[in-house]
């Protein structure tokens, strides 16, 4: 049958499979679009949130199937009647459930299952999930989140091990693929980092599923370090770590949980910016073979406030109003599930993304975007070796594509924005971008880019951060002179446990500091007590270990809070002093100049920095500039992190936010 877009928007390929379809074709023939929902969690109507949940294009409803349901003595699941109708209901509509096995059983154990009984009870539960389901569903993921606790009560939160999870792994996935062989074992996903993941791998993971699982929300960073395309950088980076651990062959990855929330705090995204991130996450995951799905988190906002995060991660509100990022996934889906990805195509410039994709009718998709901000790029694409024929273009989230035919008349230049009166040439065609996707259709295999031209349209001048008075603000005074104010960081007031560890006083971790500086620099001194002194990282990592995380951001009057400020990871290893940075509120690419002198002598570390103002962007250190500073002293007893001490915020919470730091006036 020949597709049109017209007939993809308002058919079968858009709206799902039909009733009657099995739900299994959708993890075995194409690319699984999915989301998290939360029927687990007892929220919304299962029929309704099921409804517009498939009208979106979607096929895969990710959802808490809790081990906490799991009768022991029974030797069966019992439900509440919500996640019944849940399971029963979307098998019935051809959706593929992706099961998230995971979080305590209390019948069991009141933590993680790690003894021998617990990890057979979780095994039993496994088993009898796929053996029940069998034929019905069949994506499972193994846990979720192991290493954060995530589920956990707050006394277990962060105890959970690699060693652990794969001996876990280990027991239920043979069980599993007994019961079902064509079922789909995904390992457990991790949120504190790659580090945590390579330490899975080399317990034998990868040996124990048919893929991993990976989170990496990056939507609290600044500048270009948000975007999908940053994201999908390291999705490839743990896609070459896996074959590491696996013979040298790249183990399927499936990114269960991705998304960029709408809440009105550092972080937050407009709505129509995370609907150009949908569609860009989405067809730049169709350009990796590996990648077999993508679940966005989440479908429905969990609440109302506008301030919390978890409140506004869904494309669509509680009340199932469709919010701009779920016509973008309706737009997008028949690319993405039924689309065969081509090829990049070469542009002549950079900040430009073309993907050509083949679908089932023999006509092809061109997507393209640019990721530079502030401007739109004309594209001019010569027809090549591809056909004459009808062209239609849609701007991802719109719901009727335009109609159009080669031949394009440069009758004013997008450069100089003059007439140039030249004649129409019937080879060439010409569309504009901007950071959401547009899709070309129609055959285009063997098209050239002729041009890229680029046209300036500042972004209006909308303040992108608070700027408020904080609740801390201390003296730097000259370097040399007397009388420097020295604050003291210590107490559970100032610290926040990741693990199971309370802080035991002031000998287990406590910090001192100053601030002075001159025409050039500023002086930071900081003088941490702490019992043990573990630092086995390095670069990025060194957060991980006994560390020092710093940073700084300069302001300009009558300016909100810059969006990024500069920050640094410092620290004591065994080869001496290390310093990352990691962000730099001017965007720079060239090596830190800041300078750290840092010593141990008994329990006592002693961190001095020297930092150019030039380089964190305080243009004029004249006596009376604010400068906003927020410290992180990161504590590791040996193992990984077991919390931190902090002076200010915006930075340990990964929420990167200068408004949050505290002060320093130069005196």
Known sequence: MNYSWKQMLRGGLLLGFCATTLSLAAADEEFIMGATTHFGHRKGVVDSNLNVFKESGMTSPRDDTAWGHWKPKEGRCVFPQIYSDFLEESIKMGLSPLHILAYHNREVTPGYPKSPEAIEEFAKFAEWMTTTYKGRTRLYQVWNEWDGGCGMTAEFKGQGDPASYAKLLAAAYPRMKKADPDCVVIANSVCTGEAFLEETFKNGVLQ??????????????AGENRYPEAFLKRVKGVIELSKKYNNGVAKPVYLTEIGWPNHAKRGGSEETLTGDYVARMYLLAKTVPEIKGVWWYDFQDDGYDSEYNENNFGIVTPDLTPKDP???????SPVIRKGTFLRELSSPNPAVTLLLFAMPDGSNVLAAWTTQPECRKQIIINRGTAPDGALQLLTTGQTKPVDHRWGFREWIDANSNKHSGGAEKRDIFSFTVTGRPVLLSGKLDGIKVNTVKTIDRPALQVAQGRMSIPEQIIDAIPAGSSGATTVKIAGDANYRRLVNKPL??????????????????????IAVTDDVHSQEFSAKDLWRGDSVQVAFAAFEAYKPAPVAGTEYQLGLTKKGADIMRESSQLKLNTPTQLKLDAKRDGNLTTYKITVPFSEIGVKDPKPGTPVGLSIVINDNDGKDRDGYLHWGDGIGTGNKAPEEYNWIILR
Do not use: P
Request: charged share 25%; proline share 0%.
């Open 208 to 221: 124990n599923c048919d893929g991993f699982a990976f989170h990496g929300y990056n939507y609290g960073q």
């Open 504 to 525: 035991e006083g002031d000998k287990d971790l406590s910090a001192e500091f100053k601030v002075t500086y001159d025409k050039t620099n500023l002086y930071l001194d």
């Open 326 to 332: 779920w016509f973008v996934m309706r737009s997008v």
